[in-house]
Nanobody, 113 residues
Framework: QVQLVESGGGLVQPGGSLRLSCAASGSIFSINGMGWYRQAPGKERELVAAITSLGRSNYADSAKGRFTISRTKNTVYLQMNSLQPEDTAVYYC?????????WGQGTQVTVSS
């Protein structure tokens, strides 16, 4: 079973950037869809970006033009630019569609001046 560990979150000012990383304990090369999700306080967890094993990506409307997802053999990245306060959330990676047993602790992203 693959374990996923997210990192790279932090406090950033509006307009700033962060790069999130998701390290897999094993190879995710054979997993077709990988995604980044986020959950803001009081809201449902939502898919922000996903990428297939062939490199095809898709994004939530809120992320289009600002976020970029990428992957290697055992890591998934999320480059986030032009961050806004509404991007504040805990960010998780998982397969896409998600796998129940793969949820990790996530990484907190806070956008505030």
């Amino acid at each position: 079973q693959v374990q996923l560990v997210e990192s790279g979150g932090g406090l950033v000012q509006p307009g700033g950037s962060l790069r999130l990383s998701c390290a897999a304990s094993g190879s995710i090369f054979s997993i077709n869809g990988m995604g980044w999700y986020r959950q803001a306080p009081g809201k449902e967890r939502e898919l922000v970006a996903a990428i297939t094993s062939l490199g095809r990506s898709n994004y939530a409307d809120s992320a289009k033009g600002r976020f970029t997802i990428s992957r290697t053999k055992n890591t998934v990245y999320l480059q986030m630019n032009s961050l806004q306060p509404e991007d504040t959330a805990v960010y998780y990676c998982n397969t896409a569609p998600s796998t129940k047993n793969y949820w990790g602790q996530g990484t907190q992203v806070t956008v505030s001046s």
